[in-house]
């Protein structure tokens, strides 16, 4: 018998994960198998032209696992999903990441459709271009169109590439939630210190941005926040992505912008070992993805054209690898840490089906050029047909 090697077997324990999750999806939310292409033209017969259409975009926090999730055990933990979300959607089971588990390059290799190879560690723009300066560019579009919400310091580089034909003055304008309210409270950090915790990975480079004008600038000539205002909704939240979609809902009310990303990082707080804050983190995830269809459903500018992207980055690592230490890291590169899962909802979007076919996480930037029509040459990634 021939041994298998390694890729081999990579590829088919994700097979085996994605076949296992649409199980788990079929029993629990009547999803029914959607294999086969519909054929193309579905945003299309939607009656929506591209020049009209918006798209949300959700990193779903820093990994999280299946069996805190989808499995039958998890399901308890994602109520939002389940019963709201995942049946007005197309699920695909089965997105796989081989790039570099780092939360910071593999949230720019999803943005760029290319597996980064930046140091995950530094403040360092994707290389090539991001779906942000082609989106600008190709359809000329104001700064005010794209925008980032991102969770730390080390993500204000991730709007924008090093790319000699895009790069400076074409990419998304980043807010940085914390980054705002650390210039709102003037440093005095001691009432706000449960949204402020960053990066859970140590170490990590953060950045200790310039000045706080541009901020406090953003604050009220942007969102049209005061100081006083802010910081009294601040206090009302629980949690640093609590504060992002707080500043995404307001970003979606004051400029509307036709691309939005928000990178969630709650969930990332399993490094610190605690099972309990790691679930925690995964529920109010599941929590807020809802708060922002919710926003997209009832905000004018949004309802009824915009579709919605929720991914995760990665996954963590599964329990009996001898390499890891379960939930709490993602180190070994195993397959349960490389296959992710994709939700994808909103007009002309097939509603209740799972897709089993193995997409990667570079098809992300081809497909939404193919659904807004700007061309993403250098992404590497294709473009899933079954969202077109
Ligand atoms: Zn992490």
């Not at 290319?114 to 140091?119: D, F, M």
């Not at 802010?230 to 609590?242: G, I, N, V, W, Y």
Request: with cysteine.
């Amino acid at each position: 018998m021939v041994p298998l090697n390694q890729s081999s077997v990579a590829q088919k324990l994700a097979g085996r994960l994605a076949l296992t999750r649409r199980d788990f999806l079929r029993d629990a939310a009547g999803l029914a198998l959607g294999g086969a292409l519909v054929g193309s033209g579905v945003l299309a017969r939607a009656g929506i032209a591209p020049r009209n259409r918006k798209v949300v975009v959700i990193t779903f926090g820093g990994g999280a696992r299946d069996q805190e999730t989808f499995a039958p055990q998890g399901q308890g933990n994602i109520p939002h999903l389940m019963n709201e979300l995942i049946p007005q959607s197309s699920f695909f089971t089965q997105v796989v990441n081989r790039g570099i588990l780092g939360h910071y390059v593999a949230t720019a290799s999803l943005a760029t459709g290319v597996y980064e190879t930046i140091n995950n560690f530094a403040s360092l723009p994707p290389e090539h271009p991001t779906v942000f300066e082609y989106f600008r560019k190709d359809r000329k579009r104001p700064a005010s169109d794209a925008w980032v919400v991102a969770p730390s310091n080390g993500f204000n580089r991730i709007g924008e590439s090093s790319h000699r034909s895009y790069g400076p003055g074409l990419g998304a304008r980043v807010i940085l939630p914390k980054h705002l309210l650390t210039a709102a409270t003037s440093g005095r950090r001691d009432d706000y210190q449960h949204l402020l915790r960053d990066n859970y990975e140590a170490p990590f480079y953060a950045p200790e941005l310039a000045g706080s004008e541009f901020e406090l600038q953003q604050l009220e000539m942007i969102l049209k926040l005061s100081v006083d205002d802010f910081k009294a909704h601040a206090q009302t939240l629980s949690s640093p992505d609590e504060l992002s979609v707080y500043i995404a809902h307001r970003l979606m009310q004051q400029v509307a912008p036709s691309l939005l990303w928000i990178t969630m990082h709650d969930i990332d707080i399993a490094h610190a070992g605690a099972y309990s804050l790691y679930v925690d983190g995964i529920r109010r995830t599941d929590r807020l993805c809802s708060d922002l269809w919710k926003a997209i459903e009832s905000e004018p500018e949004y309802a009824g054209k915009t579709t919605l992207f929720i991914l995760p980055d990665f996954g963590r690592d599964s329990d009996d690898d001898a390499g890891g230490n379960g939930f709490q890291h993602h180190r070994t590169g195993d397959a349960l840490s490389r296959t992710t899962w994709m939700l994808v909802a909103g007009p002309g979007i097939r509603q209740g089906v799972a897709l089993d076919r193995p997409t990667e996480s570079t098809d992300l930037v081809p497909t939404l050029g193919a659904m807004l029509g700007f061309s993403t040459s250098l992404a590497q990634g294709k473009p899933i047909e079954e969202l077109l």
